[in-house]
């Protein structure tokens, strides 16, 4: 391969949403299609994102990067994308699309990128390693086999749980009114922030964030949002999200969490537990999930339910230094 031939240009998302779903699925878990993305890249539009792919003069796409601004409530911070097709590893692509990357950075006004690198990929943790970007925390997948999974292990404990006065239910049978969304928007964000390793950094930056994100999302299943409500004082007490991913075999334990003042009830295990029993009605076998190293107490859970590690992600990040 002779890089100067290589011709490095905005994406053409009518063209090229195919093939960079395929390199996306070379590295992420969760499976991606053109639909997919073109899904995602269009509600970032408003918040910045800029997608170039690399071609040859056939006009094939070699590889791609991408800057995406992740977790607007901080200040300048973007994800990245850098994927290389493997036939096209080790001749500097990798190295210029890095390069153009870094350009790209610099016109947004980037102070803080991120990254993430599949945890059994030695060249990538090197790649990423070279250029200055430094392990942040890793993330733990893990993966239960639902086909030898027991579903009434659990029905003591919600049983118990309900005669204390917790009310389990779903955002379909509520309704999945706009009142209701901003309670599960309340609840999630203030879970994921008070969880171990989350720096006290809630995911959305707004209610309008979170229904343009998650509520209005094609993954979004309302019946899939799994609630536990404390009946005596109305309390949206803890939650656990599942779905199934389009052209995905497997389903999806998006988060559970529970409001900081209802925790060592054990309310993560039934609403997990739930969330579990609905991934029965979708007629998979598998389920997938993923924790922060660091949120010991989720991954015990996991555990006992039955849950075994799979190969998961290094989350890196570096400073840029022209900020």
Known sequence: MDLIDI????????VHFGVVAAL????????????????WYNKQLADGILFHVAVDPG?????????????????????????VAGESWGHGLGSLLYEHLLVQAAGLGVRTLRTRVRDNSDHSIQFATQR??????HSIEMMLDLTSWNDQKYEPLLTSLRDQGFHFTDMAELGDTQDDRRKLYALNNGAAATDPGSGGVSPWSSF????????NSSWYHPDGQIVAIDAYTGVWAAM???????????AYN??????????????AQAVK?????????????????????????????????GNFRTPGMLVMEKELAHV
């Open 240 to 250: 656990s999200a599942i779905t199934v991913f389009c052209g995905s075999d497997h």
């Open 132 to 137: 200055g970007f430094e392990q942040k925390y």
């Open 273 to 305: 537990h739930l969330a579990l029993r609905k991934a029965l009605t979708f007629g998979v076998g598998v389920v997938r999930t993923s924790h922060n190293s660091e949120n010991a107490a989720m991954i015990a859970i996991d555990t006992k339910l």
């Open 24 to 39: 996306l699925n070379t590295v992420e878990t969760e499976p991606n299609t053109a639909e997919s993305l073109a899904e």
């Open 59 to 83: 006009g094939n796409v070699l590889g791609f990067n991408g800057l995406y601004h992740t977790n607007t409530n901080l200040d300048r911070y973007y994800g990245m994308y850098l994927i």
């Open 254 to 267: 998006l988060f559970t969490g529970t409001d900081l003042r209802y925790r060592g009830r054990k309310l």
């Open 208 to 215: 309008e964030e979170f229904d343009r994100d998650v509520c």
């Open 7 to 14: 011709k490095i240009q905005p994406i053409d998302t009518a």
